[in-house]
């Protein structure tokens, strides 16, 4: 499980070394650029993406990596498939679905890349964050840009026990398989259809409300330990000279590409 979940990873480099408030401040930045970019701004999506891919190799990361990583993106950009057939426009190709008759505009091409292309990118660049900042050092740069001290606890606990919840959920499936028995030739999952929903719904149940007492139990203990709502590091995290520059520099590329984009 710590494969799946976990992104980080430990080099020597520029964008490792840099204060995480920058890294979250640039990231955060990026993506609201590349969100305001106009749809077609071919251009601006080239240079973000030239940025993006700077950031990868001032981090020495693999871009296969980040590539594979951001691949996540795309089920959910097909929502936005719509437009291509809802957007007002010279037409492109027409489509015949049952009693539907559907036609393709160039402006709703247009749309549906650039939503396409701004979600791919952004997600790569959020890929870059994790995989160059440690989790601990993200949550106290959440603290200290002012996000509120209850949503930081809330990421925090998710992050530490999501590993845990992926354990239990594990036991509950082997369990579930020792106790299933099934005929040579039969179904992999024993069962009919009804039967495997019905046993999958009993160990959502089971699993929420063990994770419901492990909750209690962990909240209690860290009561009972002095927990303030206040969440320590080791790490002082002082902005350097270096910082400022660098984040003032990855600023003002960004508005560099705004303004590319709105030539």
């Known amino acids: 499980m710590y494969i799946t979940f976990e992104h980080y990873q430990n080099q020597e480099s520029l964008i490792h070394h840099l204060d995480p408030r920058v890294k979250v401040v640039v990231t955060v930045l990026f993506v609201i650029s590349n969100a305001l970019l106009p749809d077609g701004a071919w251009a601006a999506f080239a240079l973000s993406w030239l940025m ?11 871009l296969v990596f980040i590539i594979k990583r951001s691949l996540v993106v795309l089920p959910f950009t097909l929502a936005a498939a719509t437009a291509i057939f809802t957007f007002p426009g010279q037409s492109v ?8 008759h559907l036609t393709a505009t160039d402006a709703g091409l247009v749309r549906f890349f650039s939503i396409l292309i701004r979600s791919w990118v952004s997600v790569q660049m959020a890929i870059v964050l994790t995989a160059s900042t440690p989790f601990p050092d993200l949550i106290h740069a959440l603290r200290h840009l002012r996000v509120p001290s209850i949503l930081v606890a809330i990421i925090s606990f998710m992050y530490r026990y999501i590993f845990v919840l992926s354990d239990e ?6 369990a579930r398989e020792a106790r299933s028995a099934r005929l040579r030739g039969g ?3 024993g069962g009919t259809i009804k039967w495997r929903a019905k046993v999958a719904g009993n160990m959502a149940g089971q699993l929420f409300l063990r994770s419901y007492e492990r909750s209690e139990r962990v909240y209690n203990a860290m009561l009972s330990r002095g927990y303030r709502r206040v969440l320590l590091t080791i790490n002082p995290h002082v902005m350097r000279s270096s910082d400022w520059v660098v984040g003032g520099a990855a600023i003002f590329m960004l508005f560099l590409i705004l303004m590319a984009g709105r030539v």
């Open 52 to 62: 993006l891919l700077g950031c990868i190799f001032l981090a020495r990361l693999n």
């Open 93 to 100: 190709f027409c489509a015949q679905i049952g009693s539907w």
């Open 169 to 174: 959920a594990m036991r509950l499936i082997r």
């Open 187 to 189: 179904s992999k999952n």
